[in-house]
């Protein structure tokens, strides 16, 4: 079936004006007509909340780390209706840190410039036709690009609602595309806000876990707990009106126990009272999970960041001494 794309919104941001035009003009070769610009990233963030677009296409160039810090904010959902648009992330060159932070931001794609007209399309119909489902973990919410089945890999793969399907190739009006959006919306933010929830918990017990097996005043102690705070507030924030209420007291708790590590009270107290806390906050969301399978679990993923993090500190140290030969 052909893809009609004359009643999709489509919302491109370019700081460039020549460039932004010639986007515009491309989308409108292809078949687009609802097409809305946008030079700075303010105005794209305003416009993202007034109108979810259906696809974005956002340069890159001058401003990577801010556009893929907003870029995350808005696949987490708080502040916009539609976390799951379509997300086309266009450059002019491709280095390894602008291709790693495109990727890390929970972007669809990662498109450089010059591009033809049949190339965006090729791109765009494939997130059509063949979108890949979505993960949640601590600290992302996108497109699975896992190459592994480790235990910090598990994430549960979802379909996000993609309303630039329903609409190309489906070919519901606007009216019948936002009906259908917003029941599939409301599921998938529901399966988002319980599946971060989790993933938050799970993230505070290894950082119990990795704190607990530090020498007290250790660096990286400092930045566990800075960790551990952030995290804790986050899912008593979230839980709020929601049917993990009984998440929040043992949040509280964990603040607790961090207060006292950071003042330097009898720590041996802290870090039970953490560790508990942290536990308890854990099975609010996962009750099917016994204590035992718990902390295999816990200590599994543990094991792998410590691998992870010894293996970083050996390339450091060779590099360093090659540095100094």
Same mark, same amino acid.
């Given at each position: 079936m052909r893809l009609v794309f004359d009643t999709a919104d489509t919302l491109v941001f370019d700081p460039v004006a020549a460039n932004r035009n010639a986007t515009r003009?491309?989308?409108?070769?292809?078949?687009?007509? !609802?097409?809305?610009?946008?030079?700075?990233?303010?105005?794209?963030?305003?416009?993202?909340?007034?109108?979810?677009?259906?696809?974005?296409?956002?340069e890159a160039h001058g401003g990577v780390?801010?556009?893929?810090?907003? =870029?995350?904010?808005?696949?987490?959902?708080?502040?916009?209706?539609?976390?799951? =648009?379509?997300?086309?992330?266009?450059?002019?060159?491709?280095?390894? %840190?602008l291709v790693?932070?495109?990727?890390?931001?929970?972007?669809? #794609?990662?498109?450089? !410039?010059?591009?033809?007209?049949t190339m965006l399309e090729q791109r765009i119909v494939a997130h059509i036709e063949r979108r890949k489902g979505f993960v949640i973990t601590s600290d992302y919410v996108g497109p699975d690009r896992r190459r592994d089945a480790t235990p910090a890999s598990s994430a549960e793969l979802f379909q996000p609602p993609n309303s630039l399907k329903m609409k190309t190739k489906e070919r519901l009006t606007s009216e019948e595309a936002?009906?259908?959006?917003d029941s599939a919306l409301k599921d998938a933010r529901e399966s988002l806000i319980t599946e971060k929830l989790r993933r938050d918990a799970f993230q505070i017990c290894v950082l119990w876990r990795l704190t607990q097996g530090r020498e007290p005043g250790a660096n990286p102690n400092a930045v566990d707990l800075s960790k551990l705070k952030e995290a804790?507030?986050?899912?008593?924030? !979230?839980?709020?009106?929601?049917?993990?209420?009984?998440? =929040?007291?043992?949040?509280?708790?964990?603040?607790?126990?961090?207060?006292?590590?950071?003042? %330097?009270?009898?720590?041996?107290?802290?870090?039970?009272?953490?560790?508990?806390?942290?536990?308890?906050?854990?099975?609010?969301?996962?009750?099917?999970?016994?204590? #035992?399978?718990?902390?295999?679990? =816990?200590?599994?993923?543990?094991?792998?960041?410590?691998?992870?993090?010894?293996?970083?500190?050996? !390339?450091?140290?060779?590099?360093?001494?090659?540095?100094?030969?």
């Open positions: 003009t491309t989308l409108y070769n292809i078949g687009f007509r !609802r097409i809305e610009t946008v030079g700075n990233l303010d105005a794209f963030a305003e416009a993202v909340k007034r109108r979810p677009p259906d696809l974005a296409l956002c780390d801010e556009l893929c810090a907003m =870029i995350q904010n808005l696949r987490l959902g708080v502040t916009v209706y539609n976390p799951f =648009i379509v997300i086309i992330v266009t450059a002019w060159e491709q280095s390894g %840190g790693s932070a495109v990727l890390n931001s929970g972007a669809d #794609d990662l498109l450089l !410039r010059p591009f033809s007209a936002n009906q259908r959006l804790a507030k986050g899912v008593a924030r !979230r839980s709020v009106g929601t049917t993990f209420e009984s998440a =929040i007291p043992w949040c509280e708790s964990v603040l607790a126990a961090i207060e006292g590590l950071e003042v %330097g009270v009898d720590r041996n107290a802290s870090m039970h009272l953490l560790g508990h806390a942290a536990l308890n906050l854990n099975r609010v969301f996962k009750p099917e999970t016994s204590p #035992d399978e718990q902390l295999t679990a =816990i200590d599994a993923t543990v094991a792998l960041v410590r691998a992870r993090m010894e293996a970083k500190e050996a !390339r450091e140290r060779i590099d360093a001494t090659a540095a100094a030969m």
